[in-house]
């Protein structure tokens, strides 16, 4: 990735300058603004930003208002967003991530926490736009789809055949993110048995995709596979995803929870089951979901 472009919205000056110390010689270009107009009218001007760390608590515009204006503007709602606030109650942490917001930190926080957290988001916004160029590869076939079966075992494969069926959707944008976190969960969690305390920390030491691709190799998951099922009924597409794994405790990540909104992980499924499904589903002990989302 080329050198990534930051911008930095917080009405202290001091916490300007602490920000920009931590980044320093790491490789980013900063850009700061004192208040989200002063934002916007930098992200208007024609500066194209990979990631914003932005104040909740502000003049003239607050926080929460840039977020809500910038996620509805298609220019720049793919652009993770990681508020860092002393706002720290509960509910406020689920206003802002419900809002968008790609994490949320609360004052005072230590510089590594920032920084694994603005690597992540880097990441993560990049695979993204990795899985919506994918969508122009496919043509129109997927709609003369009845039902299909599909064994994958790697991210890659994961990619790509998210890529494919988002295609058939009605807003492949958005499946396409849903349909992969399905699918990179599956593989990572639940065929190759990384925990959730074990990504968080890998994650924070920039080493989960490494550890995937070991584990991989590892003779004991070689030949795992995620089993999808894809089912064109009506309007809907039904897609079933099934890992070889021992399941999990789904129900604790249907929603968002403030008590992991500091983690570097855990928000995919209920993001996916908010933005990119009409329904979602999990079967028995946690190895089986099904979705359904509208066909093109």
């Avoid at 934002?39 to 003239?60: E, H």
């Avoid at 990540?253 to 992991?260: E, G």
């Amino acid at each position: 990735m080329s050198q990534a472009r930051l911008l930095v919205v917080d009405d202290e000056p001091f916490n300007l300058e602490i920000i920009g110390e931590y980044f320093d010689g790491l490789g980013y270009a900063l850009d700061s603004a004192g208040d989200g107009e002063a934002a916007w009218q930098l992200m208007t001007g024609g500066v194209a930003y990979d990631a914003i760390i932005l104040d909740r608590m502000m003049p003239v515009l607050d926080g929460m208002a840039l977020l809500h204006r910038i996620k509805a503007d298609p220019r720049f709602s793919g652009i993770p967003v990681i508020m860092q606030t002393a706002a720290g109650d509960p509910e406020q942490v689920r206003e802002g991530l419900a809002a968008g917001a790609h994490y949320y930190l609360v004052k005072p926080y230590e510089r590594e926490s920032l920084l694994t957290i603005v690597r992540g988001a880097l990441g993560d916004a990049d695979s993204r736009r990795q899985l919506q160029n994918r969508l122009a590869q496919h043509g129109d076939a997927l709609k003369l789809l009845v039902s299909a079966e599909f064994h994958l075992r790697t991210l890659e494969e994961a990619s790509t055949l998210a890529a494919f069926i988002a295609h058939g959707c009605q807003r492949p944008d958005a499946a396409v993110l849903g349909i992969s976190e399905l699918l990179v969960n599956a593989v990572e969690h639940g065929n190759l048995g990384i925990s959730y305390g074990e990504k968080a920390r890998l994650k924070r030491e920039d080493r989960w995709l490494e550890e995937v691709q070991r584990r991989l190799a590892l003779a004991a998951y070689r030949d795992k596979h995620v089993h999808v099922a894809l089912v064109r009924d009506g309007e809907m597409l039904r897609l079933r995803v099934t890992d070889e794994g021992n399941g999990f405790d789904w129900r604790r990540y249907l929603d968002f929870d403030p008590a992991r909104a500091f983690d570097p992980n855990g928000r995919g499924i209920a993001l996916a089951r908010m933005a990119s499904f009409d329904s979602l589903t999990y079967e028995g002990c946690g190895n089986s979901v099904v979705a359904t989302l509208k066909n093109a």
